[in-house]
């Protein structure tokens, strides 16, 4: 019985690793075309450098870093760190989530991550990843809520969405271009779906504010920003609040 208390929460820091490794591929491949979706999913992993496919014993999150040496096999190049920082954070997330009984944030806090990552540097957020989002919230409100609940959150998501977008097409029409992403609007839909009110508009003004703050410190006042990943990392931290301190708000 006690070597099975080890083996669990071994096995999710082997399975966030793996889904970090996974991740980091698909942002360094974002935008990258793919025949079909199961080119994407199964598409074979290779070198960096020579673009070599990898063999199997190279694809062991953590375990073909270190016994590599941090080197490819192929072309001897060093490996840049990131893998071995994200697949170990991704396992230290689920063996979190295993330990503390909270699995289901475990999935929620990877997710968010690389969308952060992805926004910040490509000024998008994947669909897929602002779906896996909405399902999750949409799973935790139908086990979790009443459906009382559910259908005050659902008015209030539906509100702030019809303002937002009415605040979209507006700026779209006046200067030509978007004051707000689409994709960032979903996300606040999200939000809005899963913590109602007023903890939303708390979020959203937290989100607010602190993109503000870093374009004063940046003093990058005509460049473009993300906000997605501000949304996001709110999102995440009232969820961990939500989860292990009680309601938000």
């Known amino acids: 019985m006690n070597s099975l ?35 994407r999913v199964f598409v074979r992993s290779t070198c960096d450098f020579c673009q070599k496919n990898l063999n199997l014993s190279e694809l062991f999150p ?5 016994f590599q040496r941090g080197k490819s096999r192929c072309c001897k190049k060093p490996i840049t760190k990131k893998y071995i920082f994200f697949e170990i954070l991704g ?9 503390s009984n909270s699995l289901q944030i475990s999935f929620l806090a990877i997710s968010i991550i690389f969308l952060i990552f992805c926004d910040e540097k490509y000024q998008e957020i994947p669909i897929w990843n602002n779906l896996f989002i909405l399902t999750w919230v949409v799973l935790e409100l139908y086990f979790n809520h009443s459906n ?31 004051g707000i992403g689409l994709a960032d609007i979903l996300l606040l839909f999200t939000a809005f779906l899963y913590f109602g009110l007023p903890a939303s508009f708390y979020l959203l003004t937290l989100a607010s504010l602190s993109l503000i703050l870093k374009i004063i410190l940046t003093q990058q006042y005509k460049s473009k920003h993300a906000f997605g990943s501000w949304i996001a990392g709110f999102f995440l931290m009232f969820t961990v609040y939500q989860e292990f301190y009680g309601t938000v708000g």
């Open 5 to 39: 208390y080890l083996v669990i929460p071994v096995l999710s820091g082997i399975i966030g690793a793996s889904i970090a490794s996974w991740l980091v591929q698909e942002y360094d491949n974002y935008r990258r075309e793919y025949k079909n979706f199961t080119d």
């Open 62 to 66: 953590v375990f073909s870093y270190l």
């Open 91 to 99: 396992a230290l997330i689920f063996v979190f989530g295993i330990i």
């Open 148 to 178: 009382s609940q559910i259908l005050q959150n659902l008015f209030a998501a539906s509100c702030a969405c019809i303002i937002l977008l009415l605040i979209y097409y507006s700026y779209l029409k006046i200067k030509g271009t978007e």
